[in-house]
């Protein structure tokens, strides 16, 4: 059986017209979705300005750990990102809480060097579970898996005293991890960011913190209690809202 030369042809042209046009379509469709992310990204990391109310009371404190100190003791608190669990130790340590609420996926590598790698993403909530195993078994630490914000809309109004988030660094996770907390928080209670800084030098990527906090002092009336700051000025900023 034999194809007529013309048809050959035509089927050729109709083939290389479709693909032509689905390329078109997904290089536009593509262009326009990078588009919109660095529309939405260029809002996100315009700096905001906070207003003399917001800062009138601050006092800088020498660390994050100083902070701790100044937490209410047997408080009912939330860690929002834990990672290994070193800074929960001291939450633990200093703060004695009466209820502590580890929230993290628990699937992430350790932070330390390679060859001294204490859990890998699978280990990750073993060793937690490990690591505050005596806690656990007396009902005083709980760990909560999953997406942090999500994890957070399981709790009733007003059900901490205090939380510490230290858990994605992008604009709208920052957003939505502070949207629950200020909704979960005692109308005297605190919440405490870590990182409040605009550009992480370490890992070469833009913060969405300090955009998020200062949005959430304009916007709910929040002000900054104390600024803890930071060898490389990875810093820590409580908000508590103003009275």
């Not at 035509?10 to 078109?24: D, E, G, H, M, W």
Request: glycine share 4%.
């Amino acid at each position: 059986m034999t194809i007529n030369p013309g048809i050959g042809i035509f089927l050729f042209l109709a083939a290389f017209f479709i693909l032509t046009v689905v390329n078109s379509y997904i290089y536009l469709k593509r262009r326009k979705n990078k588009k919109a992310e660095k529309a939405l990204a260029e809002q996100h990391m315009e700096p905001v300005r906070l207003e003399k109310k917001h800062l009138q009371n601050c006092i800088v404190l020498s660390d994050r750990d100083e902070i701790l100190d100044l937490l209410p003791k047997g408080a009912v608190a939330a860690e929002v990102g834990v990672l290994a669990g070193d800074f929960s130790e001291k939450i633990l340590a200093r703060t004695a809480p009466k209820q502590l609420y580890l929230m993290d996926t628990f699937f992430s590598n350790d932070w330390v060097e390679s060859k001294n790698k204490r859990f890998n993403p699978e280990s990750h909530l073993g060793f937690l579970k490990e690591r505050f195993k005596e806690q656990i078994n007396r009902n005083v630490v709980h760990l909560q898996k999953g997406i942090s914000w999500e994890v957070l809309k399981q709790f009733d109004d007003h059900f901490f005293d205090w939380i510490y988030v230290d858990a994605g660094h992008s604009y709208p996770e920052v957003y939505d991890d502070l949207l629950q907390a200020k909704r979960l928080i005692k109308p005297n209670g605190y919440i405490i960011m870590n990182d409040y800084i605009f550009y992480s030098h370490a890992e070469e990527v833009n913060y969405g913190v300090i955009q998020a906090v200062n949005k959430l002092c304009l916007d709910d009336n929040f002000e900054v209690t104390h600024f803890a700051l930071h060898p490389q000025m990875y810093c820590d900023v409580v908000l508590k809202r103003i009275v």
